[in-house]
């Protein structure tokens, strides 16, 4: 079975993979489309042939081949499209690497692999590598304007046929002049001049270590007005720093408090831990780390957490004689052991790796299964690590801590990362752990405790985020993280902004009258103790009539509330998504999901991740910006080497400057195309044409050489507040070009009608030979160099682009292009040379006096035409459109605000309504009656300039701090968002 077609669509169903209604049984052949795709289960398939085999229906996990790999080069671009380009077949299919190669300035180890793979393994195919072609407006406009300007051509054609017919030209003539004004008019080499603005931005992205693959998707980025971003590893430092770890301990025989968390420890000691130093076992073995080069390579989290344990790890036969790629079809497992006690001595613990389970962030989990040599050979045991809801799910009820939410639920809200860890021991051969099912065996598991990371903010995300916010550009957070830390680290960076409530949507244990799960709302409480800077982001006036993107309020949701809400309350999402600022817990397709329901409320969204689980939403998005060399930059368009998010305003603001370039380099070249054919017309009524030389002269000396260095004008240094139009067809640029080519049209005629009425005129004779064609005439030598000022003039007008482009001033060689073809033109004109004159086949006006005239009208054609551009159309247009967008900013503002109040009309319908606080504050907690009234009294409402308020009657931060602060003064540095803890919080409800 082979499939040509351009994409193939492959869906598991049951145990089989399908492409539309066929089966693929193995031993089919798959024709992989050019910009590859992913099969669901164990290959990354590009651009090649692909035989099906068992194990790719079945999902079977299979180990990763390592193979040779080349010489790596050091530039980065280069590497990226040498991947893409080079990685002709499959990456990994079934247990057989058939072709890898080198990426990003490291060989594409194992371990990258592995990632991919463990993300992909077990989904539905998801996304085709390479960035989905770009949708945009302004092409579609592009092309009506083409459509537009051959329509103009046709009529110019048909004048052509019936002038020269009248004129009694031979049929020769006719054909070759009437197709002429065809190329007039439509320009040929419009889509190079186009690309220029483009390649120009992308010259200037590179040179600030953003490397583009699709440089038609950077016309896109001048349209974005929503960004969401990753959190690990973008918004915050992708390095964890071990904090502690909180081990389960044994308490007795009291069932109540049988098990529970032991003191923070900063250290893994193998005699202060539990059941014989398990966690430190599990965090030793449990990764999927692997050596190249000597050098331990993998997960940063996995890396961090296995060198704080001081283990050594020793992969088969690492003493040298066995090539490093031969090693993984060696049996001989990767072993880990205590460091030894001293020269010579034996470790005290080894572990033989038996089998891996990958991490999946579907998943949210990693484990293996180890042997330790000295027991008994059938003993095995299973470590897991993973999210903490996720582990605690897989858990013996018995083994968890009762105030294991609790101690989560602190950490989290401090923006720390929780990793939790568990194991199993069973009985099972070595033949059975290589083929047992994950599920079959991540069940009934023990905790072992909790591995606290703290994962800080970036320092510059804060400064971006507000740069955003300043320019009225949505900021949004999709992590697979835990929702409180998520909150948390929003609220650090600004996402949630200081001065604004937070809620977050989750769903109840109760179902609705209707069978749907019900939804609760619940209030986080701000600390105010960060103060982020707002410099002159908006005036009050403004924040109270709603001129902000976002209302006064922020939602956050987690992954599982938000497929709940788009299964049971579809009429929900729309609205959802509008107002929620943080999305966690979210799965790699979830974050696709938001993206696309982004788009479809018409957001123009850009998404900017490091990970392989932002692979779908970066591809996805209409500016995917990838701040990894590793997969994340297959799928997205944009890759930034430096790995902060200051990439992302310069590529907006790039984006803005190439998208207005690409406006003016068109308005520029339909101006000149329809200048020429306004000249054309009256040299044609004439029976005459330009000479050879003079449309030499337009084409190459005034048009080319403009168009080149059009696209030079550097980007604006500061994001302005609206963006750019995105529409060609606008009525700014409408009325701009018409507008322009009427002043154009009227100037001409003038000059043609002004030359032929002077005393020294003589008219055109038409010539009687066909051969050798004389062009001369006086009112085409006058048009021609009146025509000359008025390219300049349009050339001058249309590279200006204040705010998102610096003035004109900043393009060197656009501006020596223009003084030199202005004073070659004032000296064609006013005083041509002999040889000017027999070139351009004048017919020279005689007198100096007139030839000056001519220059006149030319400056007040120039000036005419730049007062109408500036005052008519920037002015008055373009302001209005100013106008235009804030108002409706505000209308979305409210609407915006309408949208909460009705998501929270809509969840309340039986509404519950949760007071935050947590397990310290519930000793002095008030009394359920106190507490109800509180909570009405926090019911917003909406108020008559569309915000919600709420009533004033809401726990001031300062003593929600007081009463939220974890015990650990050190905890007091971070910024928090104190959420309501599950169990412990007091629940009100209002039915
Ligand atoms: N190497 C790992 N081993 C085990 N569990 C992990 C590992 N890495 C992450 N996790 C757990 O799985 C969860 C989901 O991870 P995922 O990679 O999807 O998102 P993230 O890294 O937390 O956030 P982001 O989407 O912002 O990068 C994490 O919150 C963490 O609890």
């Known amino acids: 079975m082979v499939h040509s077609q ?114 992909l393994k077990g989904q539905l195919v998801r996304s085709i590598m390479y960035p989905k072609p770009v949708d945009f407006r302004f092409t579609k406009d592009l092309f009506k304007f083409v459509g537009f300007l051959s329509c103009i051509a046709a009529v110019g054609f048909g004048y052509t046929i019936f002038v020269m017919i009248l004129r009694g030209s031979d049929a020769r003539k006719v054909i070759l002049r009437s197709l002429d004004i065809v190329t007039i008019v439509v320009p040929p080499a419009l889509p190079a001049a186009m690309s220029i603005g483009i390649l120009a931005a992308q010259m200037r992205l590179r040179a600030k270590q953003i490397f583009c693959i699709s440089p038609s998707t950077i016309n896109t980025c001048g349209a974005i007005n929503t960004v969401c971003f990753d959190k690990t590893g973008t918004l915050t430092e992708d390095g964890l720093d071990f904090y502690c770890s909180r081990a389960v301990f044994d308490r007795g025989s009291d069932p109540e408090r049988r098990k529970a968390f032991g003191t923070e420890m900063t250290e893994f000691h193998i005699d202060e831990l539990p059941y014989n130093g398990e966690l430190l076992k599990a ?68 572990l033989a790796i038996m089998r891996q389970f990958t991490f999946s962030s579907s998943l949210q989990r990693m484990a293996v299964i180890v042997h330790n040599p000295a027991e008994e050979s059938h003993q095995q045991h299973l470590y897991v690590k993973g999210a903490p809801e996720m582990i605690a799910s897989l858990c013996d009820t018995d083994s968890i801590p009762v105030d294991y939410a609790d101690v989560v639920n602190r950490y989290a809200q401090h923006g720390y990362r929780l990793i939790a860890v568990a194991k199993k021991e069973f009985r099972m051969n070595f033949v059975k752990t290589q083929r047992v099912k994950r599920e079959a065996i991540e069940c009934d598991l023990t905790m072992l405790g909790l591995i606290v990371m703290e994962n800080r903010v970036k320092k510059q995300t804060l400064g971006v985020i507000n740069q955003l916010t300043r320019a009225r550009i949505r900021t949004i957070m999709v992590t697979g993280d835990n929702l409180l830390t998520a909150m948390s680290v929003a609220r650090e960076c600004g996402i949630i902004r200081p ?112 990970g392989a689980n932002d692979c779908a939403a970066l591809k996805a998005a209409h500016a995917g910006i990838s701040l990894s060399e590793a997969e994340a930059s297959i799928a997205a368009p944009f890759t930034s080497k430096i790995a902060d998010i200051r990439c992302v305003p310069m590529v907006i603001r790039e984006g803005r400057a190439a998208l207005v370039t690409s406006f003016g380099v068109f308005k520029y070249m339909a101006g000149y195309s329809l200048t020429q054919f306004i000249t054309i017309m009256q040299l044609y009524w004439l029976n005459t044409n330009l000479a050879d030389f003079q449309f030499l002269y337009i084409d190459l000396g005034l048009i080319t050489m403009v168009a080149v260095f059009f696209g030079y004008t550097p980007a604006s240094e500061k994001l302005s507040h609206t963006p750019p139009p995105t529409r060609l067809l606008s009525l700014a640029s409408m009325l701009s070009v018409i507008g322009q080519l009427i002043i154009i049209g009227a100037f001409q005629l003038f000059t043609f009608i002004y030359t032929s009425q002077q005393p020294w005129f003589i008219p055109y004779a038409i010539p009687v030979s066909h051969d050798d064609e004389d062009r001369r005439s006086m009112q085409g030598t006058a048009i021609f ?134 397990a310290e504050s519930c000793a002095s907690a008030p009394a359920l009656d106190t507490l109800v009234n509180q909570q009405n009294n926090h019911r917003p409402t909406l108020q008559t300039n569309g915000s919600i308020q709420t009533s004033n009657t809401v726990a001031d931060d300062s003593s929600a701090h007081k009463y939220l602060s974890p015990t650990n003064s050190e905890h007091t540095d971070r910024s928090s968002v104190h959420l309501l803890n599950s169990d412990k919080f007091s629940q009100v409800s209002k039915d």
């Open 785 to 918: 160099c009146v025509s000359c000022f008025q390219y300049i003039t349009l050339a001058i007008i249309y590279s200006k682009a204040h705010p998102y482009r610096k003035p004109l001033y900043f393009n060197i060689p656009l501006c020596i292009t223009l003084l030199i073809v202005t004073a070659v033109s004032i000296w064609i004109t006013v005083q041509p040379a002999d040889f000017i004159i027999d070139w351009f086949e004048f017919d020279p006006i005689p007198y100096f006096a007139n030839r000056l005239f001519l220059l006149m009208i030319a400056v007040i054609s120039g000036c005419v035409s730049y007062l109408y551009e500036v005052y008519f159309i920037e002015h008055l247009i373009l302001k209005r459109r100013e106008k235009i967008i804030k108002r409706r900013q505000i209308a979305t503002g409210s609407k915006d605000s309408n949208r909460f109040e009705r998501i929270l009309l809509s969840i309340g319908n039986e509404p519950v309504w949760l007071r935050s606080t947590i």
């Open 283 to 350: 965090v030793a073995s449990c990764h999927s780390l692997t050596t190249i080069d000597n050098e331990i390579c993998g997960d940063p989290l996995d890396l961090i957490l296995f060198r704080k344990t001081g283990w050594v790890m020793e992969e088969t036969q690492s003493d040298g004689d066995i090539d490093e790629t031969a090693r993984y079809d060696m049996l001989q497992p990767t072993v880990i052991h205590s460091p030894v006690a001293h020269f010579g001595g034996q470790p005290d613990c080894e």
């Open 6 to 119: 351009e994409t193939i669509s492959v869906r598991r169903n049951g145990e089989t993979l399908t492409i539309g209604s066929e089966t693929l049984v193995p031993g089919d052949i798959l024709q992989i489309p050019p910009h590859g795709c992913i099969l669901q289960c164990d290959a990354i398939l590009m651009n090649g042939t692909v035989i099906v085999n068992e194990s790719m229906l079945t999902g079977e996990s299979v180990p990763v081949t390592k193979v040779a790999l080349p010489e790596t080069r050091g530039d980065s671009e280069a590497n990226i499209l040498s991947y893409k380009e080079h990685s002709k077949h499959i990456l990994f299919c079934g247990t057989q690497v058939l072709q890898t190669r080198y990426y990003g300035g490291k060989p594409v180890s194992a371990v990258v692999l592995r990632t991919a793979y463990s993300t």
């Open 499 to 610: 001065n604004k409530r937070a809620f977050l949507i989750d769903k109840s244990p109760k179902i609705r009258k209707d069978g749907r799960t019900q939804l609760i709302l619940r209030q986080s409480v701000s600390s105010s103790e960060e103060v982020v800077e707002f410099d002159n982001l908006s005036s009050p006036s403004e924040i109270e009539s709603g001129n902000l993107i976002s209302s006064s309020y922020h939602l956050a949701v987690a992954g599982p509330t938000f497929a709940i809400i788009c299964d049971e309350y579809p009429e929900l999402i729309e609205r959802l998504v509008c107002v929620c600022d943080v999305f966690a817990r979210m799965s790699p397709d979830q974050k696709q999901l938001l993206v696309n329901k982004l788009q479809e409320v018409d957001y123009t969204v850009a998404m900017c991740g490091d």
